[in-house]
């Protein structure tokens, strides 16, 4: 049974810092291409950060480049997401995905998701 489970998520002000983290288990972790994801209501689902299987290549959207890092350790099964700087329209659900082999920004490619973390973001 494959899980991933994000956690990490709050309430923080313009300016601040939050660390998402999402732990997998039921898949051979190492072989997955990681991505992570958000969503506001009424929104499509927008590529946030990827990150390829060795963790050795990284892909950002350009609202967060500068701002965002994603990290992966493939020992400890996680993939963690660092947001300095946020802003309220940071603020959404942020989900982990899952892909075999590739990295890719498009939601609909990726084989697993996490449940998501609510991102809140006040001004």
């Known amino acids: 049974q494959v899980q991933l489970v994000e956690s990490g998520g709050g309430l923080v002000q313009a300016g601040g810092s939050l660390r998402l983290a999402c732990a997998a288990s039921?898949?051979?972790?190492?072989?997955?291409?990681m991505g992570w994801f958000r969503q506001v209501p009424g929104k499509e689902r927008e590529f946030v950060a990827g990150i390829t299987r060795s963790g050795g290549s990284t892909s950002y959207a350009d609202s967060v480049k500068g701002r965002f890092t994603i990290s992966r350790d493939n020992a400890e099964r996680t993939v963690n997401l660092q947001m300095n700087s946020l802003k309220p329209d940071d603020t959404a659900v942020y989900s982990c995905a899952a892909r075999r082999i590739a990295l890719t920004s498009t939601p609909s490619r990726y084989d697993y998701w996490g449940q998501g973390t609510q991102v809140t973001v006040s001004s």
């Open positions: 039921g898949i051979t972790f190492s072989t997955y291409a």
